[in-house]
């Protein structure tokens, strides 16, 4: 039984007509009503960066000791894994050890049944672990790139 679910192509058709719409909408108004809505566009982000850097200058920011050992663990397992597969990496922590990413990109990764099991477990706990994951396609690459948030 095959099952099939194409809910990124139904996400980009619905995208793809409300960006027509907005353009439809747009070309209908006068170049004062532009300026206005753009103004207001301006001013409502420039509330909301306000507003993150109040937010910011209360927040706390204190390493998790616990967070940057498990951190080092998978830097290092992912280095093994990138060696393994041949895969590209890039890897970073910042210093005041609040925030590190690992990033692997690659053209096409097979994680085999007699692959290294050390493979899947690397792989399973960035993905258990990473507090956000980016997948994209960049210059003919997959890249993952696995953010962790290393503070308390």
Known sequence: MLIEC???????????????????????????????????????????????????????????????????????????????LELNIVTMKKDDDTYGYIELSYGISWILSDSPKMCKKTMAMLYENADQICSEVKDNCVVQRFEFELEK
Do not use: T
């Not at 509330?47 to 850097?53: D, G, M, T």
């Open 6 to 84: 194409k809910y990124y192509d139904i996400a980009a058709k619905e995208m793809e007509e409300l960006d027509k719409q907005i353009a439809e909408e747009s070309e209908n108004l006068s170049e004062g009503e532009l300026q206005l809505e753009n103004d207001r566009r301006d001013f409502q982000l420039a509330e909301i960066i306000r507003s993150f850097k109040e937010k910011e200058k209360m927040k706390e920011i204190v390493p998790d000791p616990e967070k940057n050992a498990l951190f080092i663990r998978l830097q290092r397992a992912s280095m093994e894994l990138a060696k393994l």
